[in-house]
């Protein structure tokens, strides 16, 4: 299951990991595979990109939104004892298949275990020079609007509401006002699979979602912006339906059953009148454009400072990083490399995670 791929970003090395699962050992032993490849001594990050599955206990199973024969507790107890250490910093947003109980305690993030940090609900995180925010859960149109409402202990409507994206956890995010180096979600970008909508990204160098079982990588180039120009930008002819043939089975794929909180395509009805309705619809999402923040403008290409890296407030400080279990189970590793500009030099380690000083989304 486990499948890697690393990045080297403004001196700092990361490994980046899709669903969880619940198989750290794996994971971990993956990434030690693509070190060796590389001849790295090890990664300064590994990011987890949902359903990391941060299962403590039988208690957990129960509030966790997955069929009953996959419930089991997987890896992560031994890490949240102490039995076993996380040999790299590791960081993770939630996904739609998650411990809720034990992640509804860490609405802001948290350490879930030693040198294992759950992002929460929306954050911005710094590691030496790199800016990383991450926003949690997928999106259901039903309760983007309301409150995080969920109290333990969980029914069955709380276990599936909860990974849910909230509107208010959106707004967090829309009001950084200075650029990110890396984004996670774990629902992938709307319309990434036709490279983006790119006035409504953040537009950081990568950005790694999970949740859809598969590897896709896809390259988004924006055009420069002229002197002045707002952040909109001219309407794009909608495309012609195309019917796409049936896809081949994917024998990665974990089926998770059937959940009713995903509802069936309904066909789109051809528009009666479609010049005037492609009119309207330009003008409202010109209108909402607008409103968008700077940061959603193009990345001005300076190197980014490495501030001063300050403790997590009310954080326990990770131990020291021991090396990586020998008895992890083997698994398939396939891995991809990047690198991106260099910053002007290597930052100083052991590198410290710590809130992004700059802004403040609580």
Not at 265 to 281: F, G, I, K, R
Request: glycine share 6%.
């Amino acid at each position: 299951m486990a499948s890697s791929g690393t990045v080297e970003s403004g001196g700092v090395r990361i490994a980046v990991e899709g669903c969880g699962h619940g198989t750290l050992n794996a994971i971990y032993a993956a990434v030690d595979r693509s070190c060796k490849e590389r001849n790295w001594d090890g990664v300064d990050l590994l990011i987890i990109g949902g359903d990391f599955q941060a299962v403590r206990n039988a208690a957990d199973l129960n509030a966790m939104s997955v069929p009953p024969k996959y419930r089991q507790l997987g890896d992560f107890p031994d890490y949240y004892s102490g039995k076993r250490n996380a040999p790299y910093l590791t960081i993770f947003v939630a996904g739609n298949h998650e411990a809720a109980s034990h992640l509804w305690e860490l609405y802001y993030g948290g350490w879930v275990a030693p040198n294992i940090y759950y992002m929460g609900a929306a954050n911005v995180l710094r590691l030496g020079p790199i800016r990383i925010a991450g926003m949690s859960g997928i999106w259901k149109g039903f309760d983007y609007k309301k409150p995080h409402h969920e109290r333990l202990p969980f029914n069955s409507d709380d276990v599936k509401s909860f990974y849910h994206v909230r509107e208010i956890d959106v707004r967090k995010l829309l009001q950084l006002r200075t650029q990110v180096d890396i984004g996670i979600s774990h629902d992938w970008p709307r319309a990434i699979e036709k490279h983006g909508n790119q006035k409504r990204l953040l537009r950081p160098q990568y950005w790694f979602s999970a949740h859809l079982h598969c590897k896709f990588a896809a390259i988004k180039k924006f055009e420069p912006l002229s002197q002045g120009e707002s952040t909109g930008e001219a309407a794009q002819p909608a495309p012609e339906p195309v019917l796409e043939a049936a896809p081949a089975a994917n024998p990665d794929e974990i089926d998770l059953g059937f959940e009713d909180d995903y509802e069936a395509p309904v066909p789109a009805a051809t528009p009666t009148q479609p010049a005037e309705h492609t009119t309207q619809e330009t003008t409202t999402t010109e209108t909402l454009r607008s409103q968008l923040p700077a940061s959603f403008a193009r990345p001005i290409s300076t190197p980014a400072p490495s501030p001063a890296n300050p403790s997590l407030p009310e954080s326990p400080t990770p131990p020291p990083a021991s090396s990586p279990s020998t008895s992890a189970s083997p698994a398939a590793n396939s891995s991809n490399s990047w690198k991106s500009p260099p910053f002007p030099k290597t930052p100083p380690r052991p590198l410290t995670l710590s809130y992004d000083p700059d802004e403040d989304l609580s």
